[in-house]
C-alpha cells in the first residue's frame, strides 16, 4: 500500500467514478468495492470527506472527493 495524497481528475457518470486520470495515465473503473464518508477539522479546517474504494485496471485505488480539495489519490494498494 502506498499513501499518497495526490490530486487527480475523475471522470464520472450517474456520481459514479468510471475513470482516474493521474500522472498523465487513465485508469478505467471496473467496480466500486466500498464508499464512506468522513468529517473533521483537517490541518484546522472542518472538512468532508467522500471516501470510494475501486478496482481500477491498475488495481485497488481509495480516492476522495473533499469538500476543500476536489478529487485526491488517498492510496494505492500493491
Given at each position: 500500500?502506498?499513501?499518497?495524497?495526490?490530486?487527480?481528475?475523475?471522470?464520472?457518470?450517474?456520481?459514479?467514478?468510471?475513470?482516474?486520470?493521474?500522472?498523465?495515465?487513465?485508469?478505467?473503473?471496473?467496480?466500486?468495492?466500498?464508499?464512506?464518508?468522513?468529517?473533521?477539522?483537517?490541518?484546522?479546517k472542518d472538512e468532508l470527506r467522500d471516501y470510494i474504494l475501486l478496482m481500477t485496471t491498475s488495481g485497488v485505488m481509495e480516492i476522495y472527493r473533499s469538500n476543500l480539495h476536489g478529487w485526491m489519490l488517498s492510496r494505492m494498494f500493491d
Open positions: 500500500m502506498k499513501l499518497l495524497l495526490e490530486p487527480i481528475d475523475v471522470g464520472c457518470r450517474n456520481n459514479t467514478p468510471y475513470v482516474i486520470c493521474w500522472r498523465g495515465g487513465a485508469y478505467d473503473v471496473e467496480s466500486v468495492l466500498d464508499s464512506w464518508s468522513s468529517r473533521g477539522p483537517w490541518w484546522g
